[in-house]
């Protein structure tokens, strides 16, 4: 039987993680990564980094672009507490189901709220579908040339407001040049860069991050 990646993936978890452990389902992802195969998880250092931001922002509704295998959606679950949204985001139906049962693994599956589909076409249903008012946190890790038009389009719908903050990973490896461009150039928000490498390798990367200052573009003040 020949496996896709994520399915061989989601077999190292299925074989060394344990059940309900969010922890040991990270390490089982971070040790096939670092010894079988490389895979575009975030990874265990710049992992390290989400963590650091989520928990200073402490947030109480989280959206993640990207889903993948599912593993920063266990990172970043695994820190949250019980009452907090997470809304996951996922267009390759393929890699939204192994990150279902990646996240089924790690017991997460009744935090989780897991939604195949183009961010672009879900963003504007946020408010609508899970009466999301706006997000203290979006952790963004999909497609890197959907980054600043996604950032635009969660402002346009009023989803980030003032003390919001947007994480982004891969700024420098693969890169989204004109994204990094756009956060650092408004004094109505507060960035702030993470030097790191890119997952499993000695490759330069990092993660950018940023804060929203002024109210939300909706509040017209
Ligand atoms: O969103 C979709 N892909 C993942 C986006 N993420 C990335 O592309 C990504 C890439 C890299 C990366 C870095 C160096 C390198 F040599 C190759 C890849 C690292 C990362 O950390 C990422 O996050 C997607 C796909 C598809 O086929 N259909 C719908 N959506
Ligand atoms: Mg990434």
Redesign the pocket.
């Given at each position: 039987l020949v496996l896709v990646l994520s399915s061989r993936l989601l077999q190292a978890v299925c074989i060394n993680a344990v059940r309900g452990n969010p922890d040991s389902v990270i390490a089982a992802i971070d040790h096939f990564c670092q010894n079988q195969e490389w895979a575009?998880n975030?990874g265990d250092e710049k992992g390290a980094i989400l963590d650091s931001v989520v928990m200073e922002t402490s947030p109480s509704t989280v959206l993640e672009l990207?889903t993948?295998c599912g593993y920063s959606a266990v990172r970043i679950m695994r820190l949250l507490p019980p009452a907090t949204r997470f809304i996951t985001l996922?267009?390759?139906p393929d890699?939204a189901a192994v990150a279902r049962q990646v996240i089924q693994h790690a017991g997460l599956q009744d935090k989780v709220c897991l939604v195949e589909g183009k961010s672009a076409d879900l963003i504007p249903k946020m408010a609508d579908m899970f009466g999301i008012r706006t997000f203290d946190f979006v952790f963004f890790?999909?497609?890197?040339d959907c980054y600043l038009p996604d950032i635009r389009l969660l402002e346009d719908c009023g989803l980030l407001d003032q003390g919001s903050v947007v994480l982004a990973?891969?700024v420098l490896?693969?890169g989204a040049p004109e994204y990094l461009d756009y956060v650092r150039s408004s004094l109505r928000f507060s960035s702030r860069f993470y030097r790191s490498h890119?997952?499993y390798t000695r490759v330069l990367d990092g993660l950018e991050s940023r804060t929203q200052t002024g109210p939300g573009s909706h509040c017209g003040r």
């Open positions: 575009m975030v990207g993948y996922e267009m390759n890699y890790d999909h497609w890197k990973d891969n490896c693969p890119l997952e």
